[in-house]
């Protein structure tokens, strides 16, 4: 069969080469409109950093390994601007001198990702305005730090790569201030979880603006941004912004083809990623999933699911048959300084909000055992059903430990775990790791 891809990150990259790997024979084409393929969204932050020094290691695969290792037909600067799913073929713009023309496909899998959203005021085009998703955003924004006269930092957005930027800068040197329209950072968390994290921005020097939105960017006599207006009236002087206020699916070729949406927006999918047309899937940022604690099908924009269903979407576009795609729960996980913040499935706020009968409690506990040295605090909440004690989320910050109990907890969401299963889960100890009760157990003990 012809498998035709469009876009080559992390959904995408993955349908093309596990489609290789299930059929030898298949003609593979993935279309990408960009020059990049297969690179690290997730570490651009920590490149403009230099944490990352080297640009290169953010390039997991290039065009040309793709090609000589899996025989795809990688075409980067190639962009779908339509599908016939009539006579199954895509028309594409691209190529050197920027010509349309139309490529047949057997499958098609969709994996276009989403866009930054822009807020709805003057001034996001200054060239100081940035917003990130790609490399040419982070050679952007890098190219401003990296100026002696960028001194000061307006992040607009307190999620996750709000969060990432706001550290990266710092330790670049800048005066950073971090706007958030919600009354919390990390507004998926509960508010009490996200605290510590808010006093860890502040301990490092961040100026912290919740509960205000950003109204106006003022620009100076050259066109570039020097001052953000917030809906208090409050300003403040920067030499840079970066708005990471979060990201819309690209589902505008799914919508002119007829393909049906789902209700959070996303390109609607069955348990094996295909769409409403069977012979088109969708993968990643722009598709939706089912969420295990609610069993709706949602957008949940992170890496992990969008390598997974873009694996399973390659598998079945190539033989007609795969695993069907599990339920995702949300599973991930920030650093701020020296705090962790990680979460899955359901906030007890999100689960009120859902009308979804909830209890939750939470713990204090040491990382690993007190007695050996340097222990780190954590805070744990385990969100249960009421009445069956079905795992419903959990949020946990600190130090040293957070990712391993939260991912601990999603693996046991995955299996419909209880309270009461996650009481006698057997969990790995010594002193340098953990204790005999892990704040795990402690959690899951304080539940039932
Ligand atoms: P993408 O990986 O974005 O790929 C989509 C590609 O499709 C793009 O390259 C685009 O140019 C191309 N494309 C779009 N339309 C067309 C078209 N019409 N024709 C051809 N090509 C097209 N997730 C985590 O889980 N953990 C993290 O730590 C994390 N950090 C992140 C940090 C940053 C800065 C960013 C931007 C994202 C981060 N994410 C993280 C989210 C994660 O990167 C995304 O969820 C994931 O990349 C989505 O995969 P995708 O294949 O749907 O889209």
Redesign the pocket.
């Known amino acids: 069969p012809t498998i035709v891809i ?7 990259a993955s349908a093309a080469t596990r489609a290789r790997r299930m059929n030898e024979n298949a003609q593979i084409i993935l ?4 020059p ?2 297969s690179f690290a ?2 570490g ?2 920590y490149h403009i950093g230099e944490e990352i020094p080297n640009r290169d290691s953010l390039l997991v695969a290039t065009p040309e390994f793709l090609r000589r290792r899996f025989r795809l037909d990688v075409r980067t600067r ?4 339509s599908i016939d799913r009539e006579r199954k073929r895509v028309e594409v713009r691209g190529g050197e001198n920027a010509e349309t023309f139309w490529i047949d496909y057997d499958k098609l899998i969709l ?4 866009s930054p959203v822009l807020p709805p005021i003057e001034g996001t085009d200054a060239d100081n305005v940035l917003t ?3 490399l040419s955003d982070t050679d952007r924004i890098k190219a401003i730090v990296d100026r002696e006269q960028t001194r000061t930092a307006v992040v607009v957005g307190a999620g ?2 709000g969060l ?1 930027m706001v550290e990266q800068l710092v330790h670049r040197g800048l005066k950073t201030s971090l706007v958030e329209l919600q009354s919390q950072v990390l507004p998926l968390l509960d508010p009490e979880m996200a605290e510590p994290v808010a006093q860890e921005l502040e301990a490092n020097g961040v100026a912290l603006f919740r509960g205000r939105g950003v109204t106006r960017l003022v620009k100076d006599s050259q066109g570039r941004v020097t001052e953000v207006v917030l809906s208090d009236g409050s300003t403040i002087a920067t030499d840079l912004v970066v708005l990471g206020i979060g990201v819309r699916p ?1 589902t505008k ?1 799914a919508v002119d083809a007829g393909l049906e949406i789902g209700a959070s927006g996303g390109i609607a999918t069955n348990d094996f990623m295909q769409t409403s047309d069977a012979d088109i899937y969708a ?5 939706e999933y089912r969420f295990g604690p609610s069993g709706q099908r949602m957008r949940v ?4 699911p ?1 390598n997974r269903a ?1 694996r399973l979407a390659g598998q079945h576009a190539a033989t007609g048959h795969s695993d069907p795609m599990p339920e995702v729960q949300g599973t ?1 996980v ?1 650093r701020a300084f020296g705090a962790t913040a990680a979460m899955t499935g359901l906030s007890r706020a999100t689960a009120n909000r859902l009308g979804v009968p909830a209890r939750s409690v939470t713990i204090v506990a040491k990382h690993h055992a007190g007695y050996y040295p340097g222990a780190q605090m954590m805070t744990l909440k385990l969100v249960y059903q009421s009445e069956t004690g079905t795992i419903l989320g959990a949020q946990a910050v600190g130090g040293a430990g957070v990712d391993k109990r939260i991912d601990v907890i999603a693996t046991a969401m995955q299996f419909k775990g209880t309270v009461r299963q996650l009481c006698g889960v057997d969990l790995s100890y010594a002193p340098p790791f953990g204790s005999a009760k892990d704040p795990v157990h402690m959690a899951a003990f304080a539940a039932c």
């Open positions: 469009v876009g080559g990150v992390a959904g995408g279309l990408e409109k960009d990049d393929v969204n997730c651009l932050p190639h962009e779908v601007i994996a276009p990702g989403a990130l998703r790609n996750y790569i990432e690209n070729l993968v990643g940022d722009a598709a924009a992170l890496a992990g969008a873009g991930s920030v």
